[in-house]
């Protein structure tokens, strides 16, 4: 995305992620054309994730290259962004919407990623949606409706939204879980029951919505991760995992996962630490076990994509 991206971009920024909780629309910002994602092309994260990513990666070789980090504004429109940038040896056009939030669960911005002009990694975190909403005319308002599923803007996919809170400050109920346009009623049904338990902040119901289900490859035990559910059909793949990290609390995890498009080992997220588990021809790796978050990076047999999951805080 460049300095001369357009009130329509933007409107499409703020329809699909600050007001409709609609991740369905992306934007490929190289080529400007329009991608329809599955639910995996969210992201969820604390409100300092690109900041701490900048912390992180600040000054770090990646692919033989460094990172560079600034805060400015995009454009005309008065929204502050923090903008993330990587040389990396990897080519892709695979975007990244997300919302960030505090650790309270309240939306407190939103974040845009992509792989721009072949192999520069960019990441845009905007924040302040209510400025970016005044930015467009549109009512800052829209912030706190809650969940919504019916927002689908030009194409995409309707998705709870769970952290976006009421105006009175309580979370919005978790809407019922139903099949998702677009997605096979199978997957797509289990994606939003997972949804709607994470909404309600019950990881037994994330680990009971697949249980027994052997075709979507549900696996428990007592792997150091505590649990692990994957769920594999019709190219959708959700994973949820809770994990100690190091003198974290065993039960912080995150039950969402987001998809990158095209061959990625890695790079640039650290090592795996060498925890691996085998299902279904995939293969699951931890990468980082910190305080502060933990990744893993599921890729399928042929490395054609590879999803990462983040947990960040305490369902």
């Not at 845009?112 to 990694?121: C, D, I, K, L, N």
């Not at 809407?175 to 939003?192: E, F, K, R, S, V």
């Not at 792997?223 to 692990?228: A, I, L, S, Y």
């Not at 974290?248 to 998809?259: I, M, N, T």
Request: include cysteine; charge should be negative.
């Amino acid at each position: 995305m460049t300095e001369s991206a357009n009130a329509d971009t933007w409107r499409d920024v703020y329809e699909s992620i600050c007001a409709g909780g609609n991740v369905g629309l992306l934007h490929d910002w190289v080529t400007h054309n329009v991608a329809v994602d599955t639910p995996q092309g969210r992201i969820y994260g604390r409100d300092d994730f690109i900041a701490a990513i900048a912390r992180e990666r600040e000054g770090l070789r990646v692919r033989g290259s460094r990172c560079r980090s600034f805060v400015g504004k995009m454009g005309s429109l008065p929204a502050v962004v923090s903008t993330l940038e990587c040389d990396v040896d990897h080519v892709s056009t695979s975007p990244i919407f997300g919302p960030a939030t505090d650790r309270a669960g309240t939306l407190t911005s939103v974040f845009v990623g992509t792989w721009h002009e072949g192999r520069v990694f960019r990441a845009w975190r905007v924040a302040d949606c209510g400025a970016l909403a005044l930015s467009l005319g549109l009512d800052p308002a829209a912030l706190a409706r809650g969940l919504t599923v019916n927002s689908p803007g030009r194409g995409g996919i309707p998705w709870a939204f769970g952290e976006v809170r009421a105006a009175h400050g309580q979370l919005a109920p978790p809407a019922t879980p139903a099949p998702l346009p677009g997605l096979p009623a199978g997957p797509a049904h289990a994606i939003a029951t997972l949804q709607a338990a994470w909404n309600l902040r019950r990881p037994d119901l994330v680990l009971d919505a697949y249980a027994g289900d052997a075709r979507d490859g549900a696996i428990r035990g007592d792997h150091p991760w505590r649990r692990v559910l994957t769920a594999c059909s019709d190219g959708v793949l959700f994973v949820e995992h809770c994990v100690a990290g190091e003198g974290g609390d065993p039960d912080e995890c995150l039950a969402v996962a987001w998809r990158w498009v095209g061959t990625h080992d890695g790079a640039g997220f650290g090592e795996p630490t060498g925890h691996r588990l085998h299902f279904r021809g995939m293969s699951v790796m931890t990468v980082r076990q910190t305080r502060i978050t933990s990744e893993c990076i599921v890729c399928d047999a042929l490395g054609t994509y590879c999803d990462i999951a983040l947990r960040s805080r305490p369902m």
